[in-house]
């Protein structure tokens, strides 16, 4: 890994080193390098720089002390150039990458608060009227299950919501979810947020949804419309909170797909 030391054309070009004040001054091919006292395995040879900084704008070193990644601050904007690539062979790379985005000033939108599982939030626009929506996915590699509690921005919102509000999520071992946020059933009535996958809905009198999810924590699903005067699950009646133009409905999972019904 390097940066950029000549143009399209194969002549010499170092502008983006010059504006960084930085220079070249050698390679290694080691592939272990020390970052706050640690080794890291990298890939690839190693690209060493001399810098003029003072030595907390050095980020990494090669197994000799010599600088081989820089954190830069230029004027309001910062940059970070190391001078090798990374894979995820390890999980501590995973910390590394999360430490160097902090120190970059990046701050995740989702963050997993208990457990361990991949948790990524995807969101597009909705053409009508630009308002945001998403999807949660959830995905347990491992053999063992999970009880994860989840910290993100909801799309369309800049607030940090903690997922779920009550209990945690169950993700059962080797599986995955998708998980609705935000999702528009209509113009009155969209998902905030819900613990199980919802696979089937239909807007009438009443509304209905298609639900499942794995059974041992209670569940729970979050819509924001008008108060609800009856809830039922399976034809069974359930109770609910109302707060703050939020439906809140809680209710233990069978494992099997449900019928959520809730008349308007």
Partial sequence: ATLPIMDLSYWKKTL???GLGIEISGKTKENLVKVKGKEILVRGETTIFRVSERSDAIVARTLEGKPCGLLKRKGKGRALILGFGISHVFDYHIDLIKDFASQMGIKPSIAVKLGEVMATVRSTVRAVN????????LNNYKD?????KISLRIPGERRITSLPERGLI????RSASVL???VPLSEKIKIKWSTVEILEYKVGKPVT???????ERDAEIVLSCKRAKIVRIDGKKNPFNYVGGLLKIHFKPSGKQQKLSIQL
């Fill in 16 to 18: 983006l080193l010059d």
């Fill in 170 to 173: 169950y993700v059962p071992q």
């Fill in 144 to 148: 063992e299950p999970e009880h994860v």
């Fill in 209 to 215: 949804l298609l639900m499942q999810g794995a059974g």
């Fill in 180 to 182: 609705p946020l935000n």
């Fill in 130 to 137: 630009n308002s945001k929506y998403g999807f949660l996915f």
